[in-house]
């Protein structure tokens, strides 16, 4: 059966840090991959999508980026956080059969 | 972009009752899926409906594709604590990684 694992679950950043949260799925191959934040408990905004290795597809321009260096491994990142950035950060996959989203734990994010 | 109206907002009702949240748009979709969101963690997906008019249960829930393809409703009965969360109901309107369309939740709130 195919996983979904992001991680760090929690984070505390200062503004002006980078950022770094991964995400990795299992038993899955050339899945879609999304990132999605959500600020107050509602509302999933789309960030990023790929659909393939070096494929991403930026929906908000922002601070952050996203990488796929691998099929299965989907990286968020920033160069310097804003206190802005903070949020509850979702991965998920999908399969392009059906395109059924699944998602990740979610990370928090905090900005200080 | 598409949009979904989704009520009601928020839902405050009594262990035992049953619920009904619905999902509505001015577009068409080809599938509506359903989530619910725990405080803290992802989304995870109850219900999923790829054709008009079906109609699927998972337990004490079941929900609806719209004969229209513009709704979706997800009914809950003899509603019970571990129901509380956020529901949310998304559209895909297919043709890309990026269609899926999310409503912004209804919050269900359950009173002992």
């Known amino acids: 059966s195919q996983t979904i694992h992001q991680w760090p679950a929690t984070l505390v950043q200062p503004v002006g840090s980078p950022l770094s949260l991964e995400c990795t799925v299992e038993g899955t191959s050339n899945p879609n991959l999304y990132w999605y934040r959500q600020a107050a408990g509602r509302g999933l905004q789309l960030l990023f999508y790929?659909?393939?290795?070096?494929?991403i597809s930026s929906e908000v321009p922002q601070n952050l980026s996203a990488s796929r260096p691998q099929d299965r491994q989907f990286i968020l990142s920033s160069k310097k956080l804003l206190l802005s950035d903070s949020g509850f950060y979702l991965c998920?996959?999908?399969?392009?059969?059906?395109?059924?989203?699944?998602f990740g734990e979610g990370s928090w994010l905090t900005v200080v | 972009g598409q949009q979904l109206n989704q009520s009601p907002q928020s839902m405050f009702i009594q262990e035992g009752e049953d619920v009904s949240m619905n999902c509505t748009s001015s577009?068409?979709?080809?599938?509506w899926l359903w989530y619910k969101q725990d405080p803290g963690e992802g989304p995870v997906l109850l219900i999923a409906?790829?054709?008009?008019?079906e109609l699927t249960s998972n337990g004490r829930l079941t929900a609806q594709f719209g004969i229209t393809r513009k709704d979706s409703f997800l009914n809950i009965s003899a509603s019970i604590p571990s129901d509380v969360g956020i529901y949310f109901c998304?559209?895909?309107?297919?043709?890309?990684?990026?269609?899926?369309?999310f409503g912004k939740g209804t919050h269900l709130i359950i009173q002992p």
């Open positions: 998920a996959w999908s399969t392009g059969e059906r395109d059924t989203i699944y």
């Open positions: 998304a559209g895909l309107s297919g043709g890309g990684a990026d269609g899926l369309t």
């Open positions: 409906l790829y054709k008009a008019g």
């Open positions: 577009s068409i979709f080809n599938t």
């Open positions: 790929s659909v393939g290795i070096g494929q």
